[in-house]
């Protein structure tokens, strides 16, 4: 039962470390766009679709593996009762402290 704890612990920070991956990528891509024109720009809106896309299913996994466990519910719900922390914060927290 530890092991698989443990094994799901490490999924979810993998899966916390490349949302916030994949967040950088979208911030800098944004950046970038708004000193394009032509088709570099249409790359950077389709690469900016393709991130969005991604970043909901990956949260939407995220989302799953918190649900099959229930400290780790119970955790998030305690953390999101406290103003400025949502859903991805609490999230984050649980994931990265013991």
Same mark, same amino acid.
């Given at each position: ?9 490490? =999924? &979810?920070?993998?899966? %916390?470390?490349?949302?916030? +991956? ?8 944004? @950046? ?24 909901? =299913? &990956?949260?939407?996994? %995220?989302?799953?593996?918190? +649900? ?8 998030? @719900? ?21």
């Amino acid at each position: 039962m530890l092991a698989i704890e443990s094994e799901t612990a490490r =999924q &979810l920070s993998e899966l %916390i470390s490349r949302r916030r +991956q994949l967040v950088e990528m979208q911030t800098a891509e944004k @950046n970038r766009r708004s000193r394009s024109c032509g088709k570099a720009l249409a790359d950077i809106e389709a690469d900016i679709e393709y991130l969005e896309g991604s970043l909901k =299913q &990956l949260n939407q996994e %995220i989302q799953e593996l918190t +649900q099959n466990n229930t400290q780790w519910i119970d955790q998030v @719900n305690l953390l999101k009762t406290t103003p400025g922390i949502g859903q991805v914060i609490s999230t984050t927290l649980v994931s990265d402290l013991p």
